[in-house]
């Protein structure tokens, strides 16, 4: 978990406390983070934020670390406050850069115009006198003016209208992210080693001196969103180094279209901010890692624009979900950060979870976790990081501090009793998907290079609104992963995966790294791409892979230099691989028929032999090959049960069913295809041996003889309160006004006569809570929609009691337990403790009033979706049934 501290202000009290609260609910570590003041210092009170790397955050530091550890938790470290990187200790000349453009009207006749201002840590660099209607190639034939004199730029005068466009190496102004207090600054520059080894030397030690030698688990870099960073002072040079030629006669093409070198020019400016990226800030900040004993696990994508290569610099490579749920089957960074880990050989792949989730804070539920957990483990993730777990102290009350938008998933929730449960669930799955290797067939080359050729320089420093570096509204598109959404489109992840394979992502760089080692890969409307990488997808084609171009064939170079020769060789690979000569090579110009051409030319991983068009969309898998055999995570990731058959393509004679729920596993004979029922978000493990197996647990039938209508009868008492009602029907809390604001743990309590039978003729008694109703999806999909679809019969969580004996907990399809195990024949004590969300007292109560807290600290949070709590049902809502059940047969395994 996320573990976010408020401030920072902590006791090591409620550090003791809350680590033990994870512990004992399966969380198996903390990601150490701090953030923004929840509360005013009160001399009162005695309540005190300390100041970020103060001496009492560097203690409270160490003890929580020795504490966790004593715990068997494992201690990941951020390293700084908030996000990005920076601080006090970032001066202005090194943070993050930005060019800066000024536009100055010219009037005819006209000599002189005063230079724009130059602030701290600015340079200029180059003006262009052009026409005021200039064309593409009057742009493309001006050349810099002479720099200004006193301030002052003088030219000869003319009969047109002009336009002055004045470059300055600037900075963007940004500054860190919800910092806590003492940590206000800068934001550093990202494309200058300078920078980060600044933060690292003061930051960085004196937090990592808390581990006293005994270094964390991880040092966490966090999302990269230094909106509108695309200029550092030594970029020129470093162009020239990288790229061959000098960048200063070619600016206008980084604002306007200069005619057909444009997109070449702005490549080679993506390519060169990329490598700076690279080299001088992952790299350092890897290389520091290694020096103090761990590993850098690292969220690689956003801005500035690191692509999918460059994760091959850090050790724990770390993805993010979209919050939508058609995360798995569009662009992400989590398949993002997924693919980066199958292709360098990094095990272990994270997500940041949950961080969207059912807004607003203590919103969702156990299931919503699962729902969405699901949908990253079929991307390949085997590592979640909960966003998250806040620190709340005491005096907070309930439900305490909540970061301003994510989900809070800490014991302050009514339903904690359930999370022992699912973290048995995502532990099991988490190691299930270490296992082995993973099968992916189908590798989607991302394009890189045609992304990089749409950059462009935008707003100036100053122009833009207060909001702008907090949300990216610059207009700043100088970022490669948020493009690719929109190059690639909605459908083309979907038409993969419908069609049996699950697809990892590559970009040029990784292939020249690594090689090709898929069975297919798709080259997706890619138009510039570098001839080196060309030449090797033609031998990878030559020799018998399979090579899929879409909507177009490549046809360019990517940058200036060398172009015109290089795009003919292009061109040459292209007649080579798509006009009969190579018969692995196919150009679809419909890229609507890549699945079918895809499953025409490799065999599936998983077919549906029985299933419509919309089953195939909601059945999610994960492949691991094993050395024991093939094991595949499947998921219902709808809200509605399925029923279908599947072929796995790696089977074998036999097949085990993995229960990631208790972990049971059951050995049957395989049958092709396998038939599967799952409930509405649903999952298991099926492995195939490579070994013989016995099917050594019998098939037996069952048949309902009998039930009893529960939905009736019940007395009810509001733990923590003294209301006590009597249910003559399952209702909602919220129909009664006393408990309509109620979040809690209510207590339904009643007797039930039961008659059992003789133990000749085995029998079984399943509490059944209801069915639930699907709750329609969003339409269009959009972001930040995450949730389990359903309105459930229990709201949100029931633990079961029979007879005084703990018999399960109820917070999941298909809302079914087995009681057989505690029921007697006569009468039967029935206890079910149930628990729902914190937002019913949330909506009930003003909300915060953060006035003086703004007026201290700054407007540096706004709660997200706060403004129109209602309460929500909660309770049993029935209809709720013991149902008895009677073996008529049984049948011998594999019959």
Known sequence: MRWWWFGPSVTDEEIKRELKQMKAAGIGGVELASLYAQALDDSTT????????????????????????????????????????????????????????????????????????????????????????????????????????????????????????????????????????????????HYDSVAPKRHLDTVGEQLISAFDGHPPDAVFSDSLEVYASDWTPKLLAEFQTRRGYDLRPYLLALVTDIGPQTAAIRHDWGETLTELADSNYLTPLATWAHAHGTKLRAQVYGYPPVNLASNARVDLPEGEGKATFRMWREFSDTRWAASAGHLFHRNVISSETWTWLDSPAFRATPLD??????????????????????????????????????????????????????????????????????????????????????????????????????????????????????RLGPELIGQILDAGFNPDFVDAEALDEVGIHYRALVLPDIHRIPVETYQKILEFAQHGG???????????????????????????????????????????????????????????????????????????????????????????????????????????????????????????????PIPLHLAAYDSLLVFFPNYATTANVPLVQWSEVSRIDLSHDWHVHFEGTTIQREYTNLRSWTDDATTRFFSGRAVYSREVQIQTTSKDHPEQFILHFGQGNALPLPSPPGDHNMKAYLDPPVREVAEVFVNGHRAGIIWRPPWRLDVTHWVVSGVNSLRIVVANTAINKMSGEPQPDLRLLRARYGTLFTPQDMGHLEPIPSGLMGPLTLVRLQQKSLLAAGH
Not at 102 to 123: F, K, L, R, S, Y
Not at 591 to 611: F, H, N, S
Request: aromatic share 8%.
């Open 546 to 672: 399979v090579v899929i171009a879409t909507r177009r064939m490549p046809a360019t170079a990517p940058g200036l230099e060398n172009a015109a020769e290089q795009s003919a060789r292009i061109q040459s690979i292209s007649r080579e691989l798509f006009d009969g000569a190579t018969p692995t090579a196919i150009f679809l110009p419909d890229q609507a028929q890549l699945g079918p051409a895809l499953a025409k030319r490799i065999r599936p991983d998983v077919e549906m032999t029985d299933a419509d068009r919309q089953t195939i969309q909601e059945l999610g898998w994960m492949h691991r090959r094993l050395q024991q055999g093939n094991l595949y995570f499947v998921t219902n990731t709808s809200n509605h049960a399925l029923n279908c058959s599947l072929r796995f393509r790696d089977r074998s004679q036999s097949v085990e069913l993995w229960n990631p729920f208790d972990g049971s596993v059951r050995s049957i004979l395989a049958i092709d």
């Open 369 to 486: 976790m699962k729902a969405e957990a699901d949908l990253h483990f079929v991307q390949g993730i085997n590592q979640l990081v909960g966003h998250g777990w806040p620190y709340s102290p005491p005096q907070a009350g309930e439900p305490g501090w909540r970061m301003y938008a994510a989900a809070a998933l800490n014991a302050h929730n009514p339903w904690f009793a359930a999370m022992p449960e699912l973290n048995s669930y995502l532990q099991r799955v988490s190691w299930a998907l270490r296992q082995g290797s993973p099968v992916n067939d189908v590798a989607l080359l991302l394009p890189d290079d045609d992304v990089w050729a749409s950059f462009h320089a935008t707003v100036k420093p100053g122009s833009a609104p207060a909001s702008a570096l907090e949300f990216n509204d610059s207009g700043s598109n100088v970022t490669i992963d948020e493009q690719m959404g929109k």
């Open 46 to 189: 005695g309540f005190q934020n300390f100041s970020y790397g103060s001496r009492q955050h560097i203690e409270a530091l160490r003890f929580a670390v020795k504490t966790a550890r004593a715990l068997g938790l494992r201690v990941d470290l951020t390293l700084g406050s908030g996000w990005p990187y920076g601080g006090p200790e970032i001066p202005i000349n090194l943070a993050s850069g930005k060019l800066r453009v000024e536009h100055i009207p010219v009037p005819d006749g006209a000599t002189t115009v005063m230079a724009p201002a130059v602030e701290a840590a600015e340079q200029r660099i180059e003006a262009f006198l052009i026409p005021a209607s200039a064309s593409s190639n009057e742009k493309a034939e001006a050349q810099p003016i002479a720099p200004p004199t006193r301030e002052t730029y003088h030219f000869p005068a003319a009969n047109v209208d002009r336009e002055l466009i004045a470059f300055i190496a600037s900075r963007t102004g940004m500054t860190v992210k919800r910092p806590s207090v003492g940590a206000e600054g800068f934001v550093l520059d």
